[in-house]
């Protein structure tokens, strides 16, 4: 008699653990159906015992990824978003082998899989335009105005780069250390430029580098700063007259000019006064166009020069000059 042995489903498939236990990193640009890891198990059994067929159990949200029932390998099956509503999985993953005596038997194991960011989006910028009124005497690197930027990406690629791309030909402005401050860098003066109308581009550090699909437009207007003195066009005026000039008429008329911009710093609001020689009344100034009259006959015996001292003052502000 020839005993006849079967055998019996003992053993259950075994994680081989050369496998990666460790967390696998996948970028979230991977193709769909790339293969994501390899796994690896082992039945102790024979036969149909120590075959086995895999799934993913659980952990698998979105269905984003798929597993060759056969091979074991994980497939990405649609799209990864890092900024999406998960950068992270847990997958857990049966092998249960083809026993049927008395049963068929499971193993499983837990793939952690982590996203990594790709740098898919580019900086988003709001507002894109910008007005603003400065002094003219403006203190240098302090923050006029920060711009408002975002990336959606995550680490290196969500750094902004700053950079004045139009605009700045005298590099009056910049920004600050490549940061979202706009600066004032060097002195300014509204005489020799009133306005400025900055482009400022913004890119990101990501590879590749992504610009922002709008550019930033910044007006600037000075304001006048009372910081020019009125000055005469001539340092001494002449004017000769007969004694029997008749009374009473026009001497002449002085000028003085003011190089600031605004009508109040400037020759728009200047006023003209006689501030002394004149104690005997004799001339007259008008205040707003600085002609000189005579309100007197005059008598060469007894004075036979005048000498006045005139002055112009603007109407600027903080304090006329």
Not at 296 to 317: C, M, P
Request: proline letters at 4%.
């Amino acid at each position: 008699i020839l005993p006849c042995v079967s055998g019996v489903n003992e053993e259950p498939p075994v994680f081989v653990s050369s496998n990666p236990s460790s967390p696998v990193s996948v970028g979230e640009e991977t193709a769909v159906g790339s293969t994501v890891v390899e796994l690896t198990f082992t039945d102790a059994d024979a036969g149909t015992d120590g075959e086995f067929l895999f799934t993913i159990a659980s952990g698998n949200t979105a269905g984003k990824f798929d597993i060759d029932y056969i091979t074991g390998d994980i497939l990405l099956a649609s799209t990864l978003d890092y900024e999406g509503a998960a950068n992270s999985y847990e997958l857990v993953v049966n092998a249960f082998d083809l026993g049927t005596n008395p049963s068929s038997m499971t193993g499983s194991t837990t793939v952690t899989v982590d996203v990594s960011d790709y740098n898919d989006n580019a900086p988003i910028c709001n507002p894109v335009y910008y007005n603003l009124s400065i002094p003219e005497d403006q203190t240098t690197y302090i923050t006029l105005e920060s711009l408002t930027c975002t990336d959606a990406d995550s680490g290196t690629n969500s750094d902004l780069y700053y950079s004045i791309t139009a605009g700045n030909a005298d590099a009056k402005f910049d920004m600050n250390a490549n940061s979202e401050d706009l600066q004032a860098v060097a002195s300014l003066d509204i005489e020799s430029t009133s306005s400025y109308t900055l482009t400022v581009q913004v890119t990101d550090l990501g590879t590749p580098t992504l610009t922002c699909s709008s550019l930033i437009t910044i007006d600037i207007v000075l304001s006048d700063i009372n910081d020019h003195t009125p000055a005469f066009t001539a340092t001494t005026y002449t004017y000769i007259l007969a004694e029997d000039t008749v009374c009473c008429g026009v001497l002449g008329t002085v000028t003085a000019t003011d190089t600031d911009y605004d009508s109040d710093n400037g020759l728009l609001s200047m006023t003209y006064s006689i501030t002394s020689g004149n104690s005997q009344q004799i001339f007259d100034i008008n205040p707003y166009n600085g002609t000189i009259s005579y309100l007197k006959t005059f008598d060469y015996e007894t004075t036979q020069s005048y000498q006045l001292e005139l002055e112009s003052v603007d109407n600027g502000s903080p304090t006329p000059r």
